[in-house]
């Protein structure tokens, strides 16, 4: 991401301009469908989903570029009680994720990584660890005009994903009159890794 772009969140999350507390719908619908033990909360702003993860027994580290945001997230978690890692990295430098080691589960909500960044991602999920997914659908970028960018292309994230996930549930639906893309992955065994 540019300097602007995180700037650009900065501001929004320190203008507390966004939904602070609601959990993803989609991910309250399968949460059941995550592997108990730790998970990667990649671009996840003030942290609404981190903060239900850590709250049913995760162990959480939530990832973000903006600082704000990350801030609202260690506030909410000390009120709340819970432990959460944060870190605030940007997913296009290819160090972000250094040191962080595996997850069981990573949760990508509102946020459609590159080539690269899933490349780095998947090698921080075990095998047979899962991933949820929820973001804008297409449809959302002809109705709203959201930004193609941010929308979930199913032929590419199709090409991103399958050689090394298998694909557990994919939904598309209307929220709150957006369109949304919904799914959970799970990741192959691949030889020579071990859980």
């Known amino acids: 991401m540019s300097r602007e772009d995180r700037e650009r969140w900065d501001r929004r999350w320190a203008a507390r301009s966004h939904d602070l507390g609601r959990p993803e719908p ?3 619908r399968h949460l059941d469908l995550l592997c108990p033990g730790r998970v990667l909360d990649v671009a996840c702003g003030a ?6 993860l850590a709250g049913r027994g ?4 939530a990832l973000d570029i903006s600082e704000e945001g990350l801030a609202l997230l260690r506030e909410r978690a000390r009120g709340k009680g819970v432990g959460i890692a944060v870190r605030r990295a940007d997913l296009d430098d290819p160090e972000a994720l250094s040191g962080l080691g595996r997850f ?3 949760l990508v909500v ?3 990584p590159d080539e690269g960044q899933w490349r780095r991602l998947l090698a921080h999920l075990v ?6 997914l929820c973001s804008f659908a297409l449809e959302d970028h002809f109705r709203h005009g959201t930004r193609r960018a941010h929308c979930l ?4 994230l199709d090409a991103a994903l399958r050689p090394r996930m298998r694909l557990l549930l994919r939904e598309t639906f209307v929220q709150g009159g957006r369109f949304l893309e919904g799914s959970v992955w799970e ?4 030889e020579g890794e071990r859980l």
């Open 110 to 112: 509102r946020y459609r």
């Open 47 to 52: 942290g609404r989903n981190a903060l239900l």
């Open 26 to 28: 989609f991910l309250l």
């Open 127 to 132: 095998p047979g660890g899962r991933l949820l």
């Open 187 to 190: 990741k192959r065994e691949e």
């Open 104 to 106: 069981d589960d990573l």
């Open 58 to 61: 995760f162990s959480v580290t």
């Open 153 to 156: 292309e199913r032929g590419a």
